[in-house]
């Protein structure tokens, strides 16, 4: 059984993905992920204002007393020196690359373009695979256009893409205009594949204490629609490598996002509710899936229910909308 894929680029073993998250911030967490059939590991993301804060309260800790002692300062180098807020994540990426032979893809989360720029190249330097850009914007100020919003999308990517050597992702929500015009778009200025999608902070209410809610709700299967659309229609469409996240709950799940196009599927739910060896659950119900099948390759399904190769594409379009609603949702 062939369970090989590519993706960046990249050839790995299987195309499952242990997408960003706390479980691979432990190098005992990344190895069991290898042992159980994981293709690649995404660790979780380095963001800029963490790092900020972090070397803020380094330079307040050394200028401390130092007035009563102005010779004091001269014992210490810069916080620069130091790396501070990167360190620990640029060693975890060192020491991942040495503990297992897959891919240890970095991902990045930054809000300047020197922020970016800066990250990506140490990552890069310390031996990440590949780069995953987590490009949160929450389009919150309402003074931004829908141009504005996407044109920080181009202007990262262009930015990562100038001082980047290894393959570049980009994580992207669903919220643009027009997203396929939009993946294209970046598909042709250089991004080597798409994470999609990208599950944004959505805030609720505590009724009982009046207060906004923040808390992480962990994705369910019912969610895996509107990506399995989206890579429906993109798959052959595109340059660039589509990874399908999101909804990940079952091999179903895993199957489905292969059938419709996606050349790897990544999760994080399922990992954080059963555990790291869960990943060899998903794996195993794929390949029964193939074997019963008699198909001896993921490669001999990727895409075939996608929208350029499937028999009926109006079930992607707007004829299928209409049809549900005037027959019903058992047809």
Do not use: C
């Not at 929500?173 to 594949?193: E, I, K, N």
């Not at 075939?304 to 609603?325: C, E, G, H, Q, W």
């Amino acid at each position: 059984m062939n369970l090989s894929t590519t993706y960046l680029g990249l050839t790995l073993r299987t195309p499952l993905i242990a997408s960003a998250s706390p479980l691979a911030l432990e190098l005992d967490n990344i190895r069991r992920l290898e042992d159980s059939g994981a293709g690649a590991v995404v660790l979780p993301s380095i963001f800029e204002e963490q790092i900020a804060q972090e070397a803020l309260a380094f330079e307040r800790l050394l200028g401390a007393g130092t007035e009563s002692q102005p010779e004091a300062a001269s014992y210490f180098p810069p916080s620069s020196a130091y790396g501070a807020g990167t360190h620990q994540y640029l060693n975890l990426i060192r020491r991942a690359r040495e503990a297992v032979d897959i891919p240890v893809i970095a991902s990045l989360n930054g809000i300047t373009g020197e922020g970016w720029t800066d990250y990506a190249r140490q990552v890069q330097d310390a031996g990440a695979s590949a780069i995953e850009l987590n490009v949160y914007l929450l389009p919150s100020d309402l003074s931004l256009s829908g141009s504005q919003v996407e044109q920080h999308y181009f202007d990262v990517l262009a930015a990562v893409k100038r001082v980047a050597s290894v393959p570049v992702a980009m994580k992207l929500g669903p919220y643009f205009s027009a997203v396929g015009h939009t993946v294209r778009a970046l598909d042709q200025a250089g991004a080597d594949g798409f994470v999609l999608f990208n599950r944004f902070y959505q805030p609720d209410i505590d009724l009982a204490a009046l207060r906004l809610q923040r808390d992480l709700v962990l994705s369910r299967r019912v969610e895996i629609r509107l990506p399995l659309l989206w890579i429906g229609v993109l798959a052959g469409q595109v340059r660039g490598s589509l990874a399908a996240s999101t909804g990940v709950e079952t091999a179903d799940e895993v199957i489905k996002y292969l059938l419709a196009g996606a050349d790897v599927v990544a999760t994080t739910s399922a990992l954080i509710r059963h555990g790291v060896g869960y990943m060899k659950a998903l794996l195993d119900g794929l390949t029964s899936w193939l074997e019963v099948r008699s198909l001896d390759s993921v490669a001999s399904i990727r895409g075939r229910m996608s929208r350029v190769a499937t028999s009926d594409p109006t079930a992607f379009d707007r004829a299928n909308y209409i049809r549900i609603l005037q027959h019903g949702a058992s047809e």
